[in-house]
């Protein structure tokens, strides 16, 4: 690819990039209130623009191929993804969770 020019991943990760930035000024806020009131200004936007690039690409990219069931597995867990808008105390993703199994997981394979 070209330098200067972006990928449909690239495009999608730059997305996400942005709702973590907003996730690290929300974690950075004293109570979850705050951290929700961040959330309210600041992702929403992000999230509409997000959603319209991804239903956009839906068709542009085969649906078999590793992006375009990326796409479509984001698109049918939009509810999901956008729950954590409503309170400041659920996080925007299970990352900690997965850390707290992982050892439980590991032994088990």
């Known amino acids: 690819m070209p330098k200067g020019k972006s990928g449909?991943?690239?495009?999608?990760?730059?997305?996400i990039k942005k709702l973590y930035a907003i996730e690290a000024l929300a974690k950075q806020q004293d109570?979850?209130?705050?951290?929700?009131?961040v959330r309210q200004e600041k992702a929403?936007?992000?999230?509409?623009?997000?959603?319209?690039w991804?239903?956009?690409s839906v068709p542009q990219v085969p649906p078999k191929s590793l992006l375009g069931k990326a796409i479509q597995y984001n698109l049918n867990q939009w509810?999901?993804?956008t729950v954590y808008l409503t309170d400041g105390q659920i996080n925007?993703?299970?990352?900690?969770a997965e850390r707290a199994i992982k050892p439980f997981?590991?032994?088990g394979i």
Do not use: S
């Open 8 to 15: 449909k991943a690239t495009v999608a990760i730059n997305h």
């Open 31 to 37: 109570t979850a209130e705050q951290a929700f009131q």
């Open 44 to 52: 929403p936007a992000i999230l509409v623009a997000y959603k319209a």
């Open 54 to 56: 991804l239903e956009k």
């Open 79 to 81: 509810d999901k993804l």
């Open 92 to 96: 925007i993703d299970n990352n900690r």
């Open 105 to 107: 997981v590991i032994v």
